[in-house]
């Protein structure tokens, strides 16, 4: 058999490793970081949303336009042989909300440890502190895999080379976007980098007096002038810089782009969405003649957050000392419309640093989806973040690691083996 040779040890480069060396294939796993997982160990706040107990279909639409690439992977690593993989290995799961998958234990250090047993058992060498240079290539159309130079001077020979180095977000974990360069190099085209997951800058100052808040139940709607990009039920944050959470962060995929575009981008957060505006103005007066002496900024303290109170009453141009039984049906409707809609100008991202994934990557037209190889570069092959793939939060972009890792595995042992008996 031939050699295979992995560059990343994270959740699809542990993978490939793995089911390339199952094939009994030579496998090498090179990791520039000192430990395998690293990323890993900090996703889903330490505890590791490792998949989604979704049917296949809901996974692809996740993605968006790029989800269909994705059809066949899934197909051969779905989200249940994602379950089974890790409940056959001893690691207990459970299913939350959203139908995410945690290891029951809560520990992200868990899903690494049950990847490293695997690479161990199928007997994948693995060189930690082993950052790569470029990868090595003969011949010219096509281009043929030779090996990996590494950042020492070394040279290592390979019949075939899974890339999975990662994006290029938290850097820290050494997703520093070295992939995208070596994929470059080989005449493979990138899809311009952007943040995605990551929480999003706003223009208004009155967020900083807010920052802390968390909302629940709350629904947030994105819009590009009268075009709705997406609308999220759930929870967010208000930070000192604009808003952060769970729904935010989903919505995020659409900021950079239009963002780089010179857009701006409009926020709206209906505080009350269990209420139509029937029965939330109803409440409101209700409200306001249970404080009837009372003035407008004391009145608004059972429907509203204490630090929210005076930013919607500035929002609605009402002196917050009028006493609650001098406001007026108009002024009642802006107080309406500000619950259902409090506006928001979004003027951009947080940086790629401090994103969960990075859209864009190795275009996906240049791969063939049903094996993960190049249609560049015979026996080189890719897994991952590296791709120009990225989806929402719940456990999708971990599913796609490992069903694109595993594709990329068996089929480059094959290759390698292919090619070793020529």
Not at 61 to 72: A, D, E, I, Q, T
Not at 390 to 416: I, M, P, S
Request: net charge positive.
């Amino acid at each position: 058999m031939g050699r295979v040779v992995v560059i990343g040890g994270g959740a699809a480069g542990m993978m490939a490793a793995g089911t390339a060396a199952q094939t009994g294939c030579e496998v090498v796993l090179l990791e520039k970081n000192s430990i395998l997982g690293k990323k890993l160990l900090i996703t889903g706040k330490g505890r590791c949303n490792l998949t989604n107990a979704c049917e296949i279909e809901e996974v692809i639409g996740r993605f968006g336009g790029g989800g269909k690439f994705l059809y066949s992977a899934l197909h051969a690593f779905p989200p249940l042989a994602a379950w089974q993989f890790f409940t056959d290995r001893g690691l207990e799961l459970v299913v939350e909300r959203g139908r995410r998958v945690f290891p029951a234990s809560g520990k992200a250090a868990d899903v690494v440890k049950v990847l490293m047993d695997y690479l161990r058992q199928e007997g994948a060498a693995v060189r930690l502190n082993s950052p790569v240079a470029e990868i090595v290539t003969r011949g010219a159309k096509p281009r043929h895999i030779t090996g990996v130079k590494l950042a020492d001077g070394s040279f290592l020979s390979a019949d075939a080379v899974i890339l999975a180095s990662g994006g290029a977000s938290y850097p820290g974990t050494g997703s520093t976007g070295d992939g995208y360069i070596m994929a470059e190099r080989l005449g493979h085209t990138l899809q311009p980098l952007y943040p995605g997951l990551v929480p999003l800058k706003a223009k208004e100052e009155w967020v900083k007096e807010a920052a802390g808040l968390s909302l629940r139940n709350v629904r947030a709607k994105l819009l590009d002038g009268e075009e709705l990009l997406g609308s999220e039920f759930g929870e967010m944050d208000i930070t000192h810089f604009g808003v952060g959470g769970p729904i935010i962060l989903t919505l995020s995929r659409f900021v950079a782009p239009r963002v780089q575009q010179g857009k701006t981008l409009r926020l709206e957060i209906d505080l009350k969405p269990a209420l139509d505006d029937e029965r939330l103005d109803a409440r409101l007066q209700r409200d306001l003649q249970k404080y009837t002496r009372k003035s407008l900024k004391n009145a608004l303290k059972d429907l509203l957050p204490k630090v929210l109170i005076p930013v919607v009453i500035t929002l609605s141009e009402i002196p917050p000392d009028r006493p609650a039984h001098q406001i007026t049906r108009e002024q009642r409707y802006r107080l309406l419309r500000l619950l259902k809609g409090l506006p928001l100008t979004i003027t951009g991202t947080l940086p790629l640093s401090a994103a969960i994934v990075t859209q864009g990557g190795v275009t996906l037209a240049e791969v063939d989806p049903r094996t993960m190889a190049s249609r560049l570069v015979k026996g080189l092959f890719f897994a991952g973040e590296v791709l120009d793939l990225a989806a929402d939060t719940g456990g999708f972009n971990l599913q796609a690691a490992f069903a694109t890792g595993y594709v990329a595995g068996r089929h480059a042992a094959r290759a390698a083996g292919a090619k070793a008996l020529h």
